[in-house]
């Protein structure tokens, strides 16, 4: 079988894996039985070692010696078939939903930082299978069987008898006419080999050897061999590493959580998660006869020119019926024997066994193969000479030399002549195909010249782009390649696509290309290359090409992101449809590296709404969640309805998400928006229950300006606590009560327990579509003295019991709106009221509340607004560079002290300049603590006179009512007390 992943092969390595020489395997039922006490078959136990550890050597005609380096062997079972078609799919999208890499590096281009994967194995497990899985083709012969191992155990009593029965078994699929699978290279002449497995642990080494001198006598020297293995027992520690793990292909065992996500059930789910939410009927109903249209299970192979007819189907053995594709997973001709999965390889062998595989693998070629291949050579090249100028007629040898053609001209018929086995254009291309197999690679590319030749003029257009392609890998191989031999292959290319309409070989070709250039550097044309492949017949082709075409636009120079970013997002796109949701999930978020910050919102919009339904079908649904949420970002350009779905999904999302994942907890609101500037701190509240006719002193609320000049406020604070101290201030500080952006707090506001704090904050909708908020409350956290936390968090997470919850809910007391809403784009401001109950320290986290759509009421989501601590300047600092935090939501809560309440006789709203008024001012402690003395300040004390209680006052002054001025009223209420 072909291996290209989990080593780091460079082009060259590639190439000779893939046209690496085909031997067949038959085993007998004794030789498998030991196979089997190593988890693995005769083919597998080759696997590791197929690769020859030291060079071999090859004689052309001429006797010219070649030195063949890393030559290896294909091993392959001869009852090894290619999966039909439905099977053939599903390991293609198995091999790459299967692959994955974690691993990624960061590349920075044009100032962007692109998180890109360290490696694709997806990528590389789907060439792998994509080439195993090809069907022989009838005008190439690098997968066709080059010789056969028959393989015998030395218990085996009738040794001899059963190499012949064996013998005539591979005889009848050799001479078989015309050729069926197993499809033989030279199938007149084909070399069978023998191996005798020997048991050194259970045999006896000399009947072994007596065993094996029959099957030398019997069938040639050179052709038999004589392994010793399995000198452990079976449940023995041995110390030798799984050198097959990694060759071997077992059945992936059926995952329900990949099964549930790994395509779509329905054309409506396919369409949704590469659509926005507003899709057309018609483009569902387009979507179902597509899907119908594909399942279609008799069409022709995808991989394959070529089918065996339907009663071959039906009589072989091989063959798979629709219904048992329909269930069956894997095919067990394709993958490896269902051996035990969970036991280690190898287990009955040691070093000295791991040595002699080896040592066959190299004996084997250079005893048998390389012999053969030389007698081989030989055969085809003279019969190519004894033809060579024989035209089949004398209009083919007049159109040789006079006909210029080129492939699509006159007829489309891919292949206007059919060859025999014996024509020596065959003879040709078979030649080439030994040379390029093991390693002569210039009288490769002669061969291959010449027989392209032969087929142009011929107009057989397979085989002619079938010559081109090995022609431009043979001269990449031995390295002269240059402008015309890369031209070779892009023609072969356009002939397999346009002429012989072989999609498959195409594909292959392009692979090939792909390698080479990028071995040039020419990876703009790598790129030209593989977008031209994307094609309607497979999106899972089509998305792996494009994702390997955007990798090269990063490395072309200069780099090109922005096609970069288209092509992975057209690769997402694929991927998408092809059911690759991890793959489509992961380019769509690639592709989002550049095209954020960009400015283009509804290119922005699109890939974030694809990461989201391709999230949420992932069961990622924090990631989902994020990306909803930035569909519903300010200055959105998309539309009312648009918005609306958006918002619906977001909170279905999120309420899957709090589902899933209790622990979570509550969970930050994508809308509305808080405006942290606007969050405003009232430490100080006026009590409001003043007896009438009474009118309280105003003194400032929580939506008061400050911006006018409080010099003389602070200038009559001060002289009051100069006048009231007993150890005068060092600096006087004027008492702050309200909290904003213009007023910040440096220190921790301080708040008496028992009085209420007022709080203000503006919410702003920024969809266009209104929303409503329902149980609005504050987020807290109480740090009380003795360190113990209370927080109202638990009571909404619903982690406490009722005890702790009734403990919290007496800690502080909130009053606010329960319900508000918010249309489309507006703002509106919150006020809150909370008295503190305990002494501590108090921070205010942020609102919680129930939104929902006004237009779907039901659909709610729990979550919270989040308040930030915001940064300031020091006023002290306007050149520095340094900031402080801004404390207004953490309050220190002190123990309760006397609490002034100031109040005035009704006066009339019209007075005289130069009257004399009598005002009666009422002064209540509230608090429980006595107040001993109270100072009255003021700004001109010639306007005021105290009078007591008890004084007379004359008539004439009693008659008129006198309003003072707001200054004395506020310093009263301001100053009037010690707390």
Not at 684 to 696: E, F, G, H, I, Y
Not at 719 to 747: C, D, G, R, W
Not at 953 to 964: G, N, R, V, Y
Request: hydrophobic fraction near 40%; glycine fraction near 4%; proline fraction near 5%.
């Amino acid at each position: 079988m072909i291996h290209l992943t989990e080593q780091n092969y460079n082009a060259r390595d590639i190439i000779r894996n893939i046209f690496s020489p085909l031997i067949g395997v038959v085993s007998s039922h004794m030789a498998d039985e030991i196979c089997h006490r190593n988890n693995l078959s005769f083919v597998d136990l080759l696997q590791p070692f197929a690769r020859l550890p030291s060079d071999a050597h090859f004689r052309d005609v001429s006797g010219t010696s070649v030195s063949i380096r890393g030559l290896r062997l294909n091993f392959c079972d001869v009852d090894w078939r290619p999966p039909q078609t439905v099977l053939a799919r599903k390991m293609l999208n198995e091999s790459v939903t299967n692959a994955h890499n974690e691993k990624t590096k960061i590349v920075t281009i044009a100032g962007i930082d692109l998180e890109l994967p360290s490696a694709e194995p997806w990528f590389e497990q789907w060439r792998e299978t994509f080439l195993t899985v090809q069907f022989p083709a009838e005008h190439e012969f690098t997968r066709h069987l080059l010789s056969c191992l028959l393989v015998l155990s030395s218990a085996d009593p009738q040794i001899v008898e059963t190499a012949h029965k064996m013998t005539q078994r591979v005889q009848q699929m050799q001479n078989i006419t015309p050729q069926k699978l197993p499809k033989w290279f030279h199938p007149t002449q084909v070399l069978n080999s023998y191996v005798v497995l020997h048991e050194a642990s259970h045999g006896d080494l000399s009947k072994a050897q007596q065993g094996f001198e029959l099957i030398k006598s019997t069938f040639g020297d050179n052709k038999c061999f004589l392994i010793s293995i399995n000198s452990l027992e079976a449940n023995t520690n041995n110390d030798i590493p799984d050198h097959w793990a990694r060759y071997i292909k077992r059945q992936p065992k059926a995952d329900t959580i990949a099964n549930e996500i790994s395509a779509p059930k329905s054309p409506q789910e396919a369409v949704s998660v590469i659509s926005m939410p507003s899709i057309q009927m018609s483009q569902l109903l387009e979507g179902a006869a597509a899907q119908e249209a594909g399942s279609d299970l008799t069409m022709l192979h995808p991989l394959s020119p070529m089918q065996e007819s339907a009663t071959e189907a039906i009589n072989s053995k091989f063959s798979i019926s629709n219904e048992s594709i329909a269930s069956q997973t894997i095919n067990p001709n394709v993958w490896a024997a269902d051996f035990d999965a969970d036991a280690p390889h190898g287990s009955c062998l040691n070093a000295h066994d791991v040595e002699n595989l080896r040592h066959f693998v190299q004996d084997y070629a250079v005893r048998a193969l390389i012999p053969y291949i030389e007698q081989l050579v030989g055969i085809l090249s003279e019969g190519v000479t004894n033809k060579k100028g024989v035209s089949k007629s004398l209009l083919s040898a007049t159109k040789r030399w006079f006909v210029t053609s080129k492939p699509g001209a006159g007829t489309n018929n891919q292949n206007a002549v059919i060859y025999t086995n014996e024509s020596a254009e065959l003879q040709t291309r078979k030649l080439g195909d030994l040379y390029f197999m093991f390693g002569h690679y210039n009288l490769a590319f002669q061969a291959y010249h010449q027989a392209k030749r032969d087929f142009n003029a011929d107009s057989a257009w397979q085989y002619y782009a079938g010559a081109l392609e090995m022609a431009a890998l043979s001269a990449f191989m031995l390295g002269t390649s240059h402008r015309k031999t890369y031209d070779y292959m892009e023609d072969a290319i356009v002939c397999y696509l346009t002429v012989c309409k072989l999609q498959q070989f195409a594909t292959r070709a392009t692979l090939m290309s792909m390698e080479c250039l990028k071995t040039a550097r020419q990876y703009s044309e790598v790129a030209k290359q593989l977008i031209r492949m994307t094609s309607e017949e497979s999106d899972l082709r089509s998305a792996l090409l494009l994702e390997q075409a955007a990798y090269c636009f990063l490395v072309t120079q200069p780099p090109m992101h922005r096609k970069y970013a288209f092509h992975i997002v057209l690769a997402g796109n694929r991927y998408s449809r092809a059911g690759q949701r991890k793959h489509a999930f992961r380019c769509y978020r690639q592709a989002y590296q550049v095209f954020q910050n960009r400015h283009w919102s509804l290119a922005e919009d699109h890939i974030q709404y694809t990461v989201a339904k391709q999230a949420y079908m992932l069961k990622k649904l924090e990631d989902a969640s994020r990306s909803f949420a930035h569909l519903l970002r300010p200055g959105s350009l998309q539309n009312a309805q648009q918005q609306s779905s958006f918002l619906k999904e977001y909170i279905q999302t999120q309420n899957e998400l709090v589902k899933r994942s209790p622990e979570l907890g509550l969970l930050p609101h994508a809308l509305p928006h808080v405006e942290q500037q606007s969050v405003r701190v009232l430490t100080l509240v006026q009590p409001s229950n003043v007896p009438a006719p009474q009118v309280p002193a105003t003194n400032i609320d929580i939506d008061s300006d400050l911006s006018t000049d409080e010099s003389i406020w602070y200038k009559i604070e001060e002289m009051l606590v100069i006048t009231a101290a007993s150890n005068k201030p060092f600096v006087f500080k004027p008492s702050q009560y309200l909290y904003n952006k213009e007023h910040p707090a440096t220190e921790c506001p301080l708040a008496v327990q028992g009085e209420p704090i007022e709080l203000a904050v503006t919410l702003s909708n920024s969809v266009r579509c209104s929303i409503t908020l329902n149980n609005i409350d504050l987020l807290w956290r109480l740090t009380l003295d003795n360190e113990d936390v209370l927080s109202n968090v638990s009571v909404y997470e619903q982690q406490d019991d009722s005890a702790s919850k009734a403990a919290v809910n007496a800690a502080i007391k909130t009053t606010c709106l329960d319900t508000i809403v918010l249309e489309e784009q507006a703002a509106k401001t919150l006020y809150f009221k909370l008295t503190p109950k305990l002494t501590g320290r108090l921070h205010i986290l942020g609102v919680v509340c129930r939104m929902a759509a006004s237009t779907e009421p039901n659909a709610s989501l729990l979550g919270v607004l989040q308040f930030e601590t915001q940064r300031i300047k020091p006023a002290t600092a306007k050149q520095s560079t340094q900031t402080l935090l801004d404390n207004r939501l953490s309050i220190k809560l002190v123990p309760q002290v006397p609490s002034l309440s100031v109040s005035f006789s009704v006066v009339p709203g019209e007075i005289l300049a130069g009257e004399i008024i009598p005002v009666s001012i009422t002064l209540r402690n509230l608090g429980i603590a006595p107040i001993d003395d109270i100072y009255l300040g003021t700004d001109d004390p010639r306007c005021i006179t105290l009078l007591d209680q008890q004084t007379d006052i004359p008539l004439s002054i009693l008659s008129f009512h006198i309003i003072l001025p707001d200054s004395f009223t506020r310093s009263v209420k301001r100053q009037s007390g010690k707390r």
